[in-house]
């Protein structure tokens, strides 16, 4: 059967056709984003100008926009203005913003000279309202004077008040005085309070020898506070040489005190001969504890073996540790080998070099419990040499 054949520039033309179509579905595509973007700036310079921002542009806003705009600009100006801050323009302001503004600068003025600020201009206060700030600052001054303070003006009090503040001068003294203040003036108290005062510096003068200040004077103490002060320095020798303390004075130390600090410095010195402590002197150590000092270091000795610390010290192991460690190191490697990086409980990671034998650690050895009871963490060591 014959098919019908189709023109070579019927074909050519529907191509061109369609070419044409798909850059006019293009272009129309790329003109209504490009469209609804520069609707998107023109929505964003509007709020700007309307929010009073510096990155408003005037010059893109529409006739009823600007004067939108411009409104907004005064009414924002008008708040600063009743606000008194300094991007207040008044010569924007209309007649009546302008007397209301007016306004609010004197009340605000009011307030401040009320309050004793230095923003105050009492110029521009009414007679009466000059009247009333000055009984305020008066009220201030006497408050002032009667608490003590630099800023007080006693050439501005009254008689009354000037007597009410001489007494409370007189009691912040007494009260300096009895707590042994610097600013005490002994001048100014009575005989009575005088007496009062020394009794309270005697007082505190005994607290601090007994307490072993440096600011005790003992040439103010009675015979009986000088004994009960002797006897708990003795107490305080005696507890920091039991503890051990650089304050301790052995000389001034009883018999009976001395040896029990002695028993003290061998629990002491045991105690840092087990824990391996530098601090450790063997030559005051019996039989029995030089044994349990040994037997101590030989663990502590087989565990830094066991982490393959640099410390370790393979000749102090006994057969009975060579044995368990090989034990440690062949039967509980891990059958499958671990990819690169992963790391076990105690941190050590795969691919570490050891620093007692200098190989990567390959073997992975996991958590276990010895036989008396001590948990070994899982980790990682290197394989056993002739691997």
Same mark, same amino acid.
């Given at each position: ?38 609707? #998107?700036? !023109? &929505?964003?310079?509007? +709020?700007?100008? *309307? @929010?009073? $921002? =510096?990155?408003?542009?005037? %010059?893109?806003? /529409? ?8 409104? #907004?600009? !005064? &009414?924002?100006?008008? +708040?600063?203005? *009743? @606000?008194? $801050? =300094?991007?207040?323009?008044? %010569?924007?302001? /209309? ?8 306004? #609010?600068? !004197? &009340?605000?003025?009011? +307030?401040?000279? *009320? @309050?004793? $600020? =230095?923003?105050?201009?009492? %110029?521009?206060? /009414? ?8 009984? #305020?600052? !008066? &009220?201030?001054?006497? +408050?002032?004077? *009667? @608490?003590? $303070? =630099?800023?007080?003006?006693? %050439?501005?009090? /009254? ?229």
């Amino acid at each position: 059967m014959n098919r019908a054949r189709v023109p070579r520039n019927t074909v050519r033309i529907a191509q061109s056709a369609s070419l044409w179509l798909i850059a006019w579905v293009l272009a129309a595509f790329g003109l209504g984003v490009e469209t609804h973007a520069q609707e #998107a700036d !023109l &929505r964003g310079n509007e +709020t700007a100008c *309307l @929010s009073g $921002w =510096a990155t408003c542009r005037k %010059e893109l806003l /529409t006739p009823a926009q600007l004067s939108v705009v411009q409104q #907004a600009d !005064l &009414r924002r100006n008008e +708040t600063a203005c *009743l @606000s008194g $801050w =300094a991007t207040c323009r008044k %010569e924007l302001l /209309t007649p009546t913003q302008l007397s209301v503004v007016q306004q #609010a600068n !004197l &009340r605000r003025n009011e +307030t401040a000279c *009320l @309050s004793g $600020w =230095a923003t105050c201009r009492k %110029e521009l206060l /009414t007679p009466a309202q000059l009247s009333v700030v000055q009984q #305020a600052d !008066l &009220r201030r001054n006497e +408050t002032a004077c *009667l @608490s003590g $303070w =630099a800023t007080c003006r006693t %050439e501005a009090l /009254t008689s009354e008040q000037f007597s009410a503040v001489r007494q409370a001068d007189l009691r912040r003294n007494e009260t300096a005085c009895l707590s042994g203040w610097v600013s005490c003036r002994d001048d100014l108290l009575t005989s009575a309070q005088r007496t009062a005062a020394r009794q309270a510096d005697l007082k505190r003068n005994e607290r601090a020898c007994f307490s072993g200040w440096v600011s005790c004077r003992e040439d103010l103490l009675s015979p009986s506070q000088l004994a009960s002060v002797a006897q708990s320095d003795s107490r305080r020798n005696e507890f920091a040489c039991l503890s051990g303390w650089v304050s301790c004075r052995k000389d001034v130390l009883s018999t009976t005190q001395l040896a029990a600090v002695v028993r003290s410095d061998l629990r002491r010195n045991e105690t840092a001969c087990l824990e391996g402590w530098a601090s450790c002197d063997l030559t005051p150590l019996t039989v029995t504890q030089a044994a349990a000092v040994e037997a101590s270091r030989l663990r502590r000795n087989y565990f830094t073996c066991l982490y393959e610390l640099s410390s370790c010290d393979e000749k102090s192991l006994s057969p009975q540790q060579v044995a368990e460690l090989t034990q440690v190191f062949n039967a509980t490697a891990s059958a499958e080998q671990p990819t690169s990086g992963a790391c076990a409980e105690n941190g050590s990671c795969y691919g570490d070099l050891s620093t007692l034998t200098g190989r990567p650690k390959t073997v992975s050895v996991s958590g276990y419990y010895r036989k008396d009871g001590t948990y070994v963490r899982g980790h990682y060591r290197s394989p056993p040499r002739g691997r």
